[in-house]
């Protein structure tokens, strides 16, 4: 059975910095892409940084030079660094291992909640 279990979130200030972990279990992490999304308040789910198993990485534009997507395959786990936060950087963060289409593949966990306020 495939579990997914995100960590890290919290509230922070704008300008400030968090690192988010997803640990992976049920799945040969090593040969699995893995993707970071988040859903705001009133809005679907977007994917914002993708890591392939071969270790290269994707950004959207909202997150481009402010968010860092890695890996650690002996942990089986996958981490978003998030620095120079905003304010619409506050939601949900979920992970997932994705195919190739950037589609998830497994169900989701629970999410950790990133909250960017003064």
């Known amino acids: 059975q495939v579990q997914l279990v995100e960590s890290g979130g919290g509230l922070v200030e704008p300008g400030g910095s968090l690192r988010l972990s997803c640990a992976a279990s049920?799945?040969?992490?090593?040969?699995?892409?893995m993707g970071w999304y988040r859903q705001a308040p009133g809005k679907g789910r977007e994917l914002v940084a993708t890591i392939s198993r071969g270790g290269s990485t994707n950004y959207a534009d909202s997150v481009k030079g402010r968010f860092i997507i890695s890996r650690d395959n002996a942990k089986n786990t996958a981490y978003l660094q998030t620095n120079s936060l905003l304010p619409e950087d506050t939601a949900v963060y979920y992970c997932n291992a994705i195919n190739s289409y950037t589609a998830p593949l497994y169900s989701w966990g629970q999410g950790t909640q990133v909250t960017v306020s003064s």
């Open positions: 049920g799945i040969i992490f090593s040969i699995v892409s």
